[in-house]
């Protein structure tokens, strides 16, 4: 069973494998049966581009191109600035704008009834701008730039007149927006260089002002002078409030030890020897022997050491007054210098700081001032001599070959067109075809 199931399954496998092949006979052999179709589906292709190419009419090209100038000679302008250039799309806006053309139709087409004039949106498509491609890829705005716009039209000399209006139109109302704002605004800047001269004029008289009323450099040397007496009066108070306080206490100790001395000493003296041996020699009376003892003299000393202790009493008190009044002098000395000081130099704080105010303002002023010289120079020179950025450079001609159409390309287009068409249909009609026949 299972030997007579299987040679079933590989014909049917190979039967499938023999309908999906695509045999490349067939397609030729199919394809020359229908070969009338597909000739008369070229045919009626090149029938139709032929008529096209016969209807169309025939267009003529002018074209122009522009350049622009910046408005300030690069041989003036040392520092690069020239005038204001727009971008190229800029240029492209301004070139196709709705009132430009519309203006240049109502000009060029005058003669023309309204509804047979061309709109702006025909004269889009009419016209072909271009920049220059080194100023297309270029990342920064160029100083240069030239524009070529080209227009086409059936009629060669409406082609060339409303390419002529377009450009006289296109410089008149446009002119004006590459032209340098230093040109423009000529009397602006004019009032803006004296008033920026008045206002230095009177930071300067004010500057001048102030360092002839104030010296600065005396005041320095004030300072200095404060700062060094100051110096020297705090140097000699702390050396006499070191040396008090010995000398207090060498005082109370005079005091200690005058308080134990006595101010005078008492002194007994009797007869002297030689005295004595001369009066014993004598024979003497018992009245004359009991008044012996009488003749001792008492007598009262001043205390050396008392006197001396009372002098260095007195001295180092002398001492202790001298160095208090002292103390207290420079103690209000050196308090003056310090408020002195301090006034001093917030003065002198005061003057550098307007003293550098007015020379910051002075510096700033000076800088604008050279700054709007330089524009001021610039705007009266493209005033004068810059007054026309925008040249033509190539003028629109009469152009006597019209523009190619493309008829070659457009017959083999349409050639190739209908042998597509023709084959698809010859195709598909055989495939039609063999189908009926697989279901008949």
């Known amino acids: 069973m299972d030997k007579e199931t299987y040679p079933v399954m590989r014909n049917d496998f190979d039967g499938w494998r023999d309908d999906s092949e695509i045999d490349l ?13 597909i000739a008369a589906f070229v045919a009626v292709c090149l029938i139709c581009a032929s008529a096209y ?41 301004l070139a196709t704008a709705e009132d430009l053309l519309d203006d240049v139709i109502n000009l060029a087409y005058a003669d023309e009834k309204t509804e047979y004039r061309p709109t702006t949106d025909d004269m889009r498509r009419k016209m072909k701008v271009q920049l220059a491609k080194s100023a297309e890829s270029a990342k920064e705005i160029p100083n240069q730039m030239t524009m070529t716009v080209s227009l086409k039209d059936k009629d060669p000399k409406k082609a060339m007149n409303a390419l002529n209006i377009w450009s006289s139109l296109f410089i008149k109302r446009n002119a004006q927006h590459f032209v340098d704002r230093a040109g423009s ?21 004010r500057l001048l002002a102030a360092q002839r009323a104030d010296s600065i450099p005396m005041l320095k040397a004030q300072l200095q002078t404060t700062e060094k007496l100051y110096s020297e009066f705090l140097s000699q108070y702390n050396k006499d409030v070191v040396a008090l306080p010995p000398l207090v206490a060498k005082a109370k100790a005079a005091e200690k030890l005058l308080s134990l001395e006595s101010e005078t000493k008492s002194l007994s003296k009797g007869m002297s020897k030689e005295a004595l041996w001369n009066f014993l020699s004598k024979s003497l009376s018992d009245s004359e022997l009991k008044s012996l003892r009488e003749l001792n003299i008492e007598e009262e000393l001043l205390n050396n050491q008392y006197s001396y202790l009372k002098t260095v009493l007195a001295n180092t008190q002398l001492e202790i007054s001298s160095l208090n009044a002292s103390i207290k002098d420079l103690k209000a000395k050196t308090s003056s210098l310090k408020k002195e ?14 003293v550098a105010r007015l020379q910051r303002e002075k510096t700033t002023l000076q800088e604008s001032y050279v ?13 004068v001599e810059a007054t026309d950025p925008i040249k033509i ?42 189908k009926r026949e697989q279901e008949a």
């Open 25 to 37: 006979v067939d397609i030729i052999d199919s394809l020359w049966k229908h070969k009338k179709l």
């Open 53 to 93: 190419l016969t209807v169309t009419p025939r267009s003529y090209e002018s074209r122009t191109t522009l350049l622009f100038l910046p408005p300030i000679p690069s041989e003036i302008d040392t520092e690069g600035r020239g005038g204001v250039m727009l971008t190229p799309d800029t240029y492209i806006t």
């Open 185 to 205: 605004s000529f009397e602006f800047i004019g009032e803006s260089v004296k008033t920026v001269k008045t206002d230095l004029e009177k930071t300067e008289d």
């Open 341 to 354: 000081h301090a006034a001093m130099y917030a003065k002198l704080l005061g003057m550098e700081t307007e």
């Open 371 to 383: 700054d709007l010289s330089k524009k001021y120079q610039l705007s009266r020179i493209t005033t």
């Open 393 to 434: 450079v190539e003028k629109p001609i009469l152009s006597r070959k019209p523009v190619s159409r493309g008829g070659l390309k457009i017959l083999c287009l349409a050639g190739l067109l209908g042998l597509f068409m023709g084959i698809t249909a010859s195709l598909l009609m055989e495939m039609i075809s063999r």
